[in-house]
Structures are given as C-alpha cells and as structure tokens.
C-alpha cells in the first residue's frame, strides 16, 4: 500500500503544494495523512494514525525531510521506527538519495544515513532559527510600543454613572453589558479598577 504524510505548522498555512504533488502520484485521499501541526516532536494524531496503519513493505511518500518533523534525534527515530521496526520504505520527493527501496547495500545505507543526518540537522536549526527571529521581531516591536493580543476594551465615559444606576436597582444587570458594551468578566475587571481609583 501506498502512504503519503503531509505537514503543515499552523492552521492557517497551506498544504496545497505538497497535496499537489501526491496526487501527481495517485494516491488516494484516504491515504493521505495531514497535521497541522509544529515539527517539533511526533505527538501528532495524524502521524500516529499512519504508524498504526502501516505494514511492511509499504510506502510512505513525503515532500521534504522538514515536512516529516524539525527534531534531529526525533527524525532519525522515527526513520528507524518506520524502516526497521515495521519494516516500510520511504520516500522523500526533494531528496532522491532519501528512497530506502533502493541502495538497501551497505554503501547505500552509509549515504542514505549521511544526508538523512545532514537533513534532520538543517531542518531542526531552520526550526530554531525561525524561532530566535520571531523572538527578535517581538521584542524590537514591543520597543517599539507595539502591543500584542486583543485590543484592551475601555468602559465608556459615563461607566461611573451606569454602575450607580445598576447598584441602585435602576438599571438590570444585561442592560448594564449592553450600554458599557463589556462582557461580563470584563466589566467586573473594569469595575474592580474603577473602585480603586476611587479609592485613590
């Protein structure tokens, strides 16, 4: 039977390349197994559902090497796990070299080893690189005054008047979320500031 792994990082980032070019090898949708999930480890529901399906002598098409996961001793683990342990092959469509139905002499295993090694290096330091630059990116934008996550909600101008009126039985409490437009845990985080400015 024939496998294909696609992995993408995020949700929001596209899978249509790698999909494009399994189905240039017909395999069924099926078959094809797709995270949206970080490469930084293999807890993956998906990856995991494609171990528990494979048998030996099956084979597993992936794009690149960073598309099977960004873990150097994770990478050549689970190259093991699937190669040796359950006995399937394995073919990454970016690196020829990287095909174990062929070379399975001992000079083919040394370089398939060489440049599986090589891989797994570059596609962990690319991992750790992307993350130093977000970080970097971060920080200069918060020097900046840069501010990350949602927008904080500012209860209106007359907030002060609006909880007398609702403190006093004048105003119903879901009437009160409507006029300061807050939601519930909101409004009481705003109501707890607006008494200790009070108290000041």
Excluded: C
């Excluded at 990082?9 to 094809?32: A, D, F, W």
């Excluded at 020829?96 to 962990?124: C, Y």
């Amino acid at each position: 039977m024939e496998y294909a792994y696609v992995r993408v990082s995020s949700k929001e980032q596209n899978e249509e390349r790698q999909l494009m070019e399994m189905s240039e090898l017909n395999i069924p949708s099926e078959r094809i197994y797709i995270d949206k999930q970080s490469g930084k480890d293999f807890k993956r529901e998906r990856y995991q559902d494609l171990l528990n399906a494979l048998h030996k002598d099956d084979l597993i098409y992936i794009l690149s090497i960073d598309r099977l996961g960004r873990n150097y001793a994770e990478i050549q683990n689970q190259w093991r796990i699937i190669t040796q342990e359950i006995g399937a092959d394995i073919i990454v469509i970016d690196m020829p070299l990287l095909d174990t139905r062929r070379g399975k002499d001992l000079m083919g295993t040394f370089l398939a080893d060489i440049v599986l090694q090589l891989l797994a290096f570059v596609a962990e330091k690319e991992y750790e690189n992307i993350h130093t630059r977000q970080a970097q990116g971060i920080a200069a934008a918060r020097a900046k005054g840069v501010r990350f996550g949602r927008p904080i909600k500012t209860p209106p101008d007359d907030f002060g008047n609006l909880v007398k009126q609702w403190e006093h039985g004048e105003l119903l409490f879901k009437d009160l979320l409507e006029k300061t437009d807050l939601k519930e845990a909101t409004f009481y985080r705003r109501l707890r500031e607006h008494r200790v400015s009070k108290k000041k």
